[in-house]
């Protein structure tokens, strides 16, 4: 069984950084892809950034330049670097984990993480 816990979300000043991490247990993370979706209230859930298995990354507009992930493949995590925060960033904060197997696409989520940008 696959499960995903995030940690890392804080209370952060306009400007401020935080790490976001996302621990997978079960098999099968050295081939998965991950990413980081958010969900602001009023709001539908929103992709930020993903990590191929190989490592290739993308951002979505409003993330690059400002957040970086990365995955550490011998720890089964997945991190979200955000710097130059902004309110406009306050949301909770999913990973998500998608792998093929047989052909078919399998998905998991975490169970999110608040990150709340104010002063």
């Known amino acids: 069984q696959v499960q995903l816990v995030e940690s890392g979300g804080d209370l952060v000043q306009p400007g401020g950084s935080l790490r976001l991490s996302c621990v997978v247990s079960?098999?099968?993370?050295?081939?998965?892809?991950m990413a980081w979706y958010r969900q602001a209230p009023g709001k539908q859930r929103e992709w930020v950034a993903l990590?191929?298995?190989?490592?290739?990354?993308n951002y979505t507009d409003s993330g690059k330049g400002r957040f970086t992930i990365s995955r550490d493949n011998t720890k089964n995590t997945v991190y979200l670097q955000m710097n130059s925060l902004k309110p406009e960033d306050t949301a909770v904060y999913y990973c998500k984990l998608s792998r093929v197997l047989l052909g078919i696409v399998n998905e998991y989520w975490g169970q999110g993480t608040q990150v709340t940008v104010s002063s």
């Open positions: 079960g098999s099968f993370f050295g081939i998965s892809t």
């Open positions: 990590i191929s298995s190989g490592g290739s990354t």
